[in-house]
């Protein structure tokens, strides 16, 4: 097949994903959104974490909320903790991988704050362990996730949101994801703000 031609399917596909994406998760990111908004309104933080891509869209959005998404705001309290690669080596290190967002969980989380895990597998073992240490510290979860929720869909509680892409491959799914993050930043937006 000619690049071309691939360049329009891998378009043509990426629209089917989305559009089949937009319905099935309009609702749990108003709700994710929502619960956003209150933490910030409560003076608490969001912590974001993921591998590989993931871990892009963790800086992603801490970066969008920190700086700015659209409108002028002031920073809003958003924390990657994917991007500190020597608490992030030494963790791996002196540990083991496993613990690497676990562990800045426990150190950053309180309660009220929300743990923001990106996982198009949802069975990440590092991520698992990042959502039972915010719990331990009664901290909300909100999960973006994809296929069937991996171990992930069974860790939330019953108060936490999973944000599930239906069944596509990992770069659909990450490109649904990216939707999804500027949803959330511009419902933050919008509810701090009003329209632009």
């Known amino acids: 097949m000619e690049i071309r ?6 378009f043509s596909e990426s629209i089917r994903v989305t559009t089949q994406a ?3 998760v309009a609702d749990a990111v ?3 959104a929502q619960a956003i908004v209150q933490a910030i309104i409560n003076d608490s933080k969001i912590l974001v974490c993921g591998n590989g891509g993931s871990a892009s869209d963790a800086t992603h959005f801490s970066s969008e909320m920190l700086n700015r ?4 705001r002031p920073p809003l309290a958003a924390v990657a903790l994917t991007t500190d690669t020597s608490t992030i080596t030494s963790i ?3 540990y083991d991988y496993h613990q690497v967002f676990a562990k800045q969980v426990t150190g950053l989380g309180r309660p009220g704050d929300v743990l923001l895990v ?5 069975n990440s073992e590092n ?8 719990h331990d510290r009664e901290m909300l979860c909100i ?22 892409v239906p069944p596509a491959s990992t770069a659909r799914t990450q490109e649904v994801h990216g939707i999804i993050i500027h949803c959330l930043c511009d419902a933050i937006d919008n509810h701090l703000l009003g329209n632009p």
């Open 22 to 24: 937009m319905e099935a």
């Open 118 to 122: 990106i996982s198009t597998s949802g």
């Open 92 to 94: 791996a290190n002196d």
């Open 30 to 32: 108003a709700s994710a």
């Open 143 to 164: 999960a973006l996730s994809g296929r069937d929720g991996g171990l992930l869909a069974n860790a939330l509680a019953e108060r936490d949101i999973e944000i599930r």
């Open 5 to 10: 031609s691939r360049v329009i399917e891998n």
């Open 69 to 72: 998404f659209v409108q002028e």
């Open 127 to 134: 991520i698992l362990r990042a959502v039972a240490a915010a």
